[in-house]
């Protein structure tokens, strides 16, 4: 089995940093892509930023230049650095991770959440 565990969220004052870790733990191949979604009450989840095994990254356009995604391949970790916090990024930060379980088949695994509040 693989699980993905998140931490790192709390209460921020606006303009304020919070770094999410995300480590996936079990036996697999490998990590494709390790993405961060957000879902703020009454919205749908939305994809905030992935990155490839590779490095390459990808944003929503609400928090390019604010947020940073990294990974770290050997410790199978994805890290979220978020920069000049807004209260309208107050949400639960969901860590997504496509793994490959054998040479031919990529799962879905989501972690359980971890809230992120900004506010005064």
């Known amino acids: 089995q693989v699980q993905l565990v998140e931490s790192g969220g709390d209460l921020v004052q606006p303009g304020g940093s919070l770094r999410l870790s995300c480590a996936a733990s079990?036996?697999?191949?490998?990590?494709?892509?390790m993405a961060w979604y957000r879902q703020a009450p009454g919205k749908e989840r939305e994809l905030v930023a992935s990155?490839?095994?590779?490095?390459?990254?990808n944003y929503v356009e609400s928090v390019k230049d604010r947020f940073t995604v990294s990974r770290d391949n050997t410790e199978n970790t994805v890290y979220l650095q978020m920069n000049s916090l807004e209260p309208e990024d107050t949400a639960v930060y969901y860590c997504?991770?496509?793994?490959?379980?054998?040479?031919?088949?990529?799962?879905?695994?989501w972690g359980q959440g971890t809230q992120v509040t900004v506010s005064s």
């Open positions: 997504n991770g496509l793994i490959r379980r054998t040479y031919s088949t990529t799962v879905s695994y």
């Open positions: 079990g036996t697999f191949f490998s990590i494709e892509v």
């Open positions: 990155i490839r095994r590779d490095g390459r990254t």
